[in-house]
C-alpha cells in the first residue's frame, strides 16, 4: 500500500477513535447524576411484583431528590429566568468562556476590517459598462497594496472614487444635487504623458492604434486629441459605446484609484481574471 495512503488512513483512524473516546464523556459530564436502583432479595422481589411497577426503581433513601435530567428547569430557575431573561447572557459574559469568545471575536473582526481597509476587499459589479469583462453580478477581488509601491500601466482595471469632474458633469447634465460616493470601475487606457484619441472607432495612445480584444465594439465617438497630464490617468469602459468615462468627464487622478481589479471570485463559473491585464 502507498504510504501516503497509509499515513492518511491512520490520521484518520486516530482521529475517529478520539472522537469516540470524548465525545462520551463529555455528553456524560453534562448529565447530573442518576438516583441509584435499590438491590431486592428474591423473597422482596416477588412481594413487590404485587406492588406498582414504579416501585422497582425507588430511590435508596440516602440519595438527594432528583432534579431531573438536564434541560429541565427547576420552579426557581424558571421564575429567574422569565424576571430576567438577560441573566444567563450576562452569566456568559462573566465566564472565562465567554470573555475568550468575545477577545476571539473581536480579534477577528479586527483582523477582517484591516485586511479590508489596506490589502484587499470584494465588490459588486452593478452594470454593464465593462462588459464583456465583467458582467452584472460579477464579484470581484480588489487588491489596494501595489498602487502604493509600483505606477498605473495602461489596460489595468482600477476601481476609483469618482472624481470632482464627474460629478459636475452630473449636475451640469442631470441635475444631480449630491455628490455620488459610489466607487466606479474602468480601465486605463493611457497614463501621464501619454497623448490619446479615438477615430474611426479605434484607439490611439501616441500615434498607435491600440489592439483591444477585450472591448464589447468600436466606439462611435470622436475624442481627442489630448494630453494625459501628471499625477492622472484616462479610464474608459470596455462596453465604449454604453459608458459614461473619461471621454466624457475627463481626467482620473491617481489619488482617486482604490485598487486594482484582480480577479473575479463569484460566480463559480466566472472565476478568473481573463482580460483584466
Not at 480579534?107 to 476587499?121: C, K, M, N, Q, W
Not at 469583462?133 to 498605473?152: H, M, N, S, W, Y
Not at 498607435?208 to 492622472?232: C, I, K, L, N, R
Not at 459605446?241 to 491617481?254: A, K, R, T, V, Y
Request: include cysteine; hydrophobic fraction near 40%; glycine fraction near 8%.
Amino acid at each position: 500500500m502507498d504510504p501516503r495512503i497509509q499515513s492518511n488512513k491512520c490520521v484518520v483512524s486516530c482521529l475517529f477513535l478520539l472522537w469516540c473516546i470524548t465525545t462520551p464523556t463529555e455528553a456524560f459530564a453534562l448529565q447530573q447524576r442518576q438516583p441509584r436502583l435499590q438491590t431486592y432479595t428474591i423473597q422482596q422481589s416477588h412481594q413487590l411484583l404485587k406492588q406498582p411497577t414504579t416501585a422497582l426503581f425507588q430511590a435508596s433513601k440516602d440519595d438527594p431528590p432528583s432534579e431531573g435530567l438536564i434541560g429541565e428547569a427547576s420552579g426557581d430557575d424558571k421564575n429567574q429566568l422569565f424576571s430576567n431573561p438577560f441573566a444567563w447572557l450576562k452569566e456568559w459574559y462573566d465566564s472565562d468562556e465567554g470573555q475568550g469568545d468575545i477577545k476571539t471575536y473581536f480579534v477577528s473582526l479586527f483582523i477582517a476590517l484591516a485586511v479590508r481597509f489596506t490589502i484587499i476587499e470584494p465588490r459588486f459589479i452593478p452594470s454593464l459598462s465593462m462588459f464583456p469583462t465583467f458582467e452584472v453580478g460579477d464579484q470581484l477581488a480588489v487588491e489596494k497594496v501595489t498602487k502604493r509601491i509600483k505606477p498605473f500601466y495602461r489596460n489595468e482595471v482600477v476601481v476609483f472614487k469618482p472624481p470632482q469632474a464627474f460629478n459636475d458633469f452630473l449636475a451640469r447634465e442631470y441635475g444631480a444635487t449630491q455628490e455620488t460616493r459610489e466607487a466606479l470601475i474602468k480601465r486605463i487606457v493611457a497614463v501621464e504623458g501619454d497623448t490619446v484619441e479615438t477615430k474611426g472607432g479605434k484607439l490611439f495612445v501616441n500615434g498607435e492604434v491600440q489592439d483591444e480584444p477585450y472591448t464589447a465594439e468600436d466606439a462611435d465617438y470622436q475624442f481627442g486629441p489630448v494630453t494625459v497630464p501628471a499625477g492622472s490617468v484616462l479610464v474608459l469602459g470596455d462596453n465604449r459605446n454604453h459608458s459614461l468615462d473619461g471621454h466624457i468627464w475627463g481626467f482620473l487622478p491617481e489619488k482617486n484609484v482604490i485598487g486594482r481589479a484582480v480577479f473575479i471570485y463569484w460566480p463559480p463559473w466566472r472565476v478568473g481574471n481573463g482580460g483584466m491585464f
